[in-house]
């Protein structure tokens, strides 16, 4: 059985800034992957709406690993 491994946000290629929802001194991050159930969700926001200054989320079966 093959289960689909999960890429942190944090280390997917797809994680981008989004300027528009960035604010000054906090940059947004948003899932840039059309595949992802994700797409366009920034990624460093709790539910509850708490900005965090880095990205917090766990990822999802699309994401890609970026490679250094």
């Known amino acids: 059985m ?4 999960h890429i942190r946000c944090s280390r997917c290629r797809f ?6 929802a960035s604010e000054r001194g906090w ?5 840039g ?3 992802s159930e994700y ?3 920034l990624l460093n926001v709790r539910r509850n709406g ?3 200054q880095r990205v917090t989320w766990r990822g ?6 970026v490679l250094a």
Do not use: F, K, L
């Not at 093959?2 to 491994?5: H, L, Q, T």
């Not at 994680?15 to 528009?20: I, K």
């Open 2 to 5: 093959n289960i689909p491994s």
């Open 15 to 20: 994680t981008r800034e989004d300027p528009e």
């Open 27 to 31: 940059t947004a991050y948003e899932c």
């Open 33 to 35: 992957n059309g595949d």
């Open 39 to 41: 797409y366009r969700a």
């Open 50 to 52: 708490d900005r965090q």
């Open 60 to 65: 999802c079966p699309c994401g890609e690993e």
